[in-house]
């Protein structure tokens, strides 16, 4: 067996370390891209744009019910406009929009006015009127859209 001699293997030790220096260059780098990358991906509109929605006259949603209210959401260039519900809880002036999408799996979940619940027929997660979880696997609330009234009118901030 032939054993390296002395130089050669602080050569060789010399290489390795290089290697490992390179290697470690290399993957600091693709970080710094991976991060580059997510950071211009939110200027080219790929993430779910939000806009003011104009739900109607404040009026039309009676005043201690939960109402049902559909809308077309805007389309973004790539993906055409499409209705989407959304349910409006009014106590007088103060207002809460949710979104019915599921927290489980992303069923949609109704408006059961008799038990006053929201409920999702899928798994059977149920939600009380301020979105919170009271049965079910659902592991979050419901998601509450920003609302704002301007001008007698509910606008709501969609999808
Ligand atoms: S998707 Fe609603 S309970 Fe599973």
């Known amino acids: 067996m032939d054993l390296p001699a002395a130089g050669q293997e602080r050569v060789s030790r010399r290489r390795l370390l290089g290697a490992g220096i390179l290697a470690a260059g290399l993957a600091m780098a693709s970080s710094l891209l991976a991060l580059a990358g997510r950071f211009l991906l939110q200027f080219t509109g790929r993430e779910p744009r ?17 109402t049902a209210r559909l809308y077309s959401a805007p389309g ?4 055409p406009p499409r209705p989407r519900r959304v349910y409006v809880v009014r106590r007088g002036l103060q207002v809460t929009v949710f979104d019915p999408t599921c927290t489980h799996l992303g069923c949609l979940s109704h408006w059961q006015d008799p038990a006053q619940v929201f409920f999702c027929p899928c798994h059977g997660s149920a939600f009380d009127p301020e979105g919170r979880v009271i049965a079910g696997p659902a592991p979050r609330p419901l998601e509450q859209l920003r609302a704002e009234i301007r001008g007698g009118h509910l606008y709501v901030l969609g999808a």
């Open 76 to 79: 973004d260039g790539e993906t």
């Open 50 to 66: 939000r806009q003011w929605v104009d739900l109607g006259v404040l009026a039309s949603f009676p005043d201690g019910a939960t």
